[in-house]
């Protein structure tokens, strides 16, 4: 699923996105870790996986998210 990073803070490596309909949603350090990207800025478009309404794994929309 992709998505616009709307806010990231390097300090925490936590933020948030929005979905393409306009939905904001937060992650959090983990789901940043999880991937393979040391900053985010706002406006990036990402791709997200997401597991019951958490985001946990977040990459640019170039890299493959994990199968």
Known sequence: MQATVRIFDPETRAGSVFLDDGTEVPFDAAAFDAGPLRLLRSGQRVNIVMDGGLITYVTLS????PG
């Open 62 to 65: 170039t890299f493959p998210v």
